[in-house]
């Protein structure tokens, strides 16, 4: 059966560009944000395809609701808000923009590290708040010398030990898909995960989000980390137990943590709330790709690849 897109829903905020290079090709487009699972299916009647980010969550219900449905497309990395095995099933594509934020999502982390390091977002506030208070935040400490974690050798994770090798950190990594040869040509010592904890100041997570990385970081993790360790995660939330960071933080065995990401998004369970309210917290609304640069890129990725399964309509089978 041959694939023909000719009605696409963008579900999420998504570049206009996508929306435009579609319509050129002669694809129709309807956009349409916030849409209450009934609504969703509603609107997938008239469409074959789909474009989503990480809000809209394509689930079995969905996808096992809609007769037309043919294409799903991520407009970004991870497609752990679609059930690819109920869509597989129903032999629709599902497709994502794996290139477009890498470096956005590296950058957000770098900052991450170097806020983590110096109190720079809780100094910031403390100085709009009206005070002056030098001593509260000395104290930090130099990234030089330390050791950088990173756990999932990607395309990010790569990036950011590039990028942190220039404040001379020690890099040491874990992917069970990277070798030490590979590791060692981006400066990264390849080590297994039970002897990274001890050795880390700083671990950073650049995996996806699936059955093996669920709950990764937990509280056997954080009793074999150093004392004062600082984690980051720009990644997925749930890769972290939140319950183990905010008791680790708690204990003074974490010292600090960035995230980006959360278990729920927006967060409306208590301990994800305690743990942005927590003061060694630094956390972001999931804005790890939201650059300008990353989201033409992302929209444009994926609306080319909607535009080439058109193209080569005759040849592509499912
Ligand atoms: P990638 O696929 O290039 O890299 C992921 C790496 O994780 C792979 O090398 C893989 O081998 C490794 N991996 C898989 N299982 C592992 C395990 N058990 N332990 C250690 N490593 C493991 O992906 P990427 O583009 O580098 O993205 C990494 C993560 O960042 C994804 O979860 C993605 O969704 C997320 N992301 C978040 C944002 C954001 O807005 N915060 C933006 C882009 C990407
Ligand atoms: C991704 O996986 O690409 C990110 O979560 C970015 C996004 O939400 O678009």
Redesign the pocket.
Known sequence: MAVSINKVLISDSVNKKCEELLKAHGIDVVTKFNLSPTELIKELETCNGLIV??ETKVTKEIIVASKTLRVIGR????VDNIDIDAATRKGIIVLNAPNG?SIS?CELTCSFITSLARNVTVACQSMKEGRWDRKAFSGGSELSGKTLAIIGLGKIGKEVAFRMRAFDMQIVGYDPFVTAEEANTYSIKRLELADIWSISDYITIHTPLIQQTKNLINQSVFAQCKQGVKIINAARGGIINEKDLLQALEDGICAGAALD?YTEEPPTNEITKKLISHPKVIATP?I??STKEAQIR?AVEVAEQFISLNDTNAEYKV
């Open positions: 980010r990480s407009a970004g990395t991870g934020n999502a990401v999931h790890g790709a992302v």
